[in-house]
């Protein structure tokens, strides 16, 4: 039993360290505490658009006038609401766009449990062609930070900009295999609990009950799918395959050997300390001057 127990708390800090990374659940998020939540910014953007996907409709948030368009692309057990506050600031002056993912908030989930990245880069895809946007700047946060850099590597021409937050490099298989099984085994609940509380270790209240209730409503063969695709995924060619503007906001204690700013060491790359994994609802002022700034040099 102790090495039982040893073998999942190993697990658990593998995730953390290399995920650092259907489930409608947008609409029952709720804030505890702070008088204007990221989740009532977000339900208040209206109208919402539905856009066939290759695996069912995709809810969509879009908003604003003038500039290149940003869209914003979440993380696991995230959706729409995640990108509130960045929503708010730049429509002032700029379209900004956001999507709920396959099997995410509004969006509906395959039917073949089909969660690999090219997948989901493929709704992206229908986003962008879509609303016919001719250039696109892609914000995309842990998972979805890895289906904007696929999308980017296979329509460069499309991607005007690229930020990518928290999203980690190729997982050694040799380090995913041991995660895998003890997601895949009884335990899973458990694995999946301790997970999440590290990652959200520093987040605000609000932060965690919109991510807590979001990832418990994906189901356990869909979590095992898409984090299996996330460990799967390089992003390093597709990287190099986009020569457009690239940024990486991170945090120093989600550092580790396959982070991707190590592996382009001439990429831009900021930092946020003191919060969650969730930096954009922890600390969205920090995050939004990061994102003015790279925008501002954006053509």
């Known amino acids: ?18 995920l650092a990374c259907n489930n409608n659940d947008a609409n029952d998020s709720t804030a505890k505490d702070d008088s204007t939540s990221t989740t009532t910014i977000a339900k208040e953007s209206q109208p919402m658009k539905s856009i066939k996907g290759s695996s069912g409709y995709i809810n969509v948030d ?8 940003v869209l914003f692309v979440h993380s696991f057990g995230g959706n729409i609401d995640h990108w509130g506050a960045q929503l708010i600031h730049l429509r002032a002056n700029r379209r900004a766009i956001a999507m709920d993912m396959r099997g ?3 969006s509906e989930a395959p039917k073949d449990n089909d969660y690999t990245v090219q997948s989901l880069a493929n709704d992206i895809s229908a986003v962008v062609d879509s609303l016919k946007l001719d250039r696109v700047v892609l914000v995309g946060h842990s998972m979805g930070g890895s289906a904007a850099i696929a999308y980017a ?26 995660i895998m099984a003890s997601l895949e085994s009884d ?5 999946m609990a301790s997970y999440m509380k590290q990652l959200l270790t520093g987040a605000k209240p609000t932060t965690d009950s919109l991510e807590t ?10 979590s095992i799918s898409i ?10 060619p597709d990287l190099q395959k986009y020569s457009g503007p690239k940024l990486i906001i991170g945090k120093t204690s989600e550092d580790q050997p396959n982070s991707l700013h190590k592996a382009l ?28 700034d790279f925008l501002s040099r954006v053509q």
């Open 213 to 222: 209730k979001g990832v418990r409503r994906i189901s356990k063969e869909a």
């Open 104 to 106: 995410h908030g509004m």
């Open 265 to 292: 060491p001439n990429i831009t790359y900021k930092t946020i300390e003191g919060t969650s994994h969730w930096m954009q609802l922890d600390d969205p002022e920090a995050f939004n001057v990061i994102l003015d």
């Open 227 to 236: 984090i299996r695709s996330v460990f799967e995924y390089d992003p390093l």
């Open 1 to 18: 039993m102790a090495k039982e127990k040893l073998f999942l708390s190993a697990c658990v800090s593998l995730m953390v360290m290399l």
């Open 187 to 191: 335990q899973y609940d458990q694995v």
């Open 62 to 69: 879009d908003q604003g006038v003038g500039g290149i368009p």
């Open 153 to 178: 590597g296979t329509h460069p021409g499309k991607v005007a900009g690229l930020v990518i937050s928290g999203t980690p490099g190729k997982t050694p298989v040799e380090q995913a295999k041991p």
